[in-house]
């Protein structure tokens, strides 16, 4: 048996970020119970897998970055092909 609990990350989030990626809904769990009042303010949110996609539309966040798909297998695949998208914008 396991149980998964929320660091505490106040110190490590409490800055700006250009992208912030979760792997696990567990992961968007933390950083609603860290930052209850989150603002998105133009922060990409990436996700990793249908369950924390989700997680992390349920938790109101606009989502950018969404892996798998076909052209991303992978996180690092769908970073690629998001900031290789932007930097043609």
């Not at 250009?18 to 968007?28: A, E, M, Q, R, S």
């Not at 369950?51 to 769908?78: V, W």
């Amino acid at each position: 048996m396991y149980r998964i609990i929320s660091n505490d990350v106040k110190e490590v989030v409490n800055k700006n970020y250009d992208v912030i990626c979760f792997f696990t809904p567990g992961g968007v769990k933390s950083l609603m119970e860290n930052f209850p009042k989150f603002k998105q303010n133009g922060t990409r949110i990436g996700v990793f897998g249908g369950n924390t996609c989700k997680a992390a539309e349920d938790a109101g966040l606009t989502l950018d970055i969404k892996a798998p798909q076909p052209k991303a297998p992978s996180m690092i695949s769908a970073l690629e092909l998001f900031l290789s998208t932007y930097k043609k914008k």
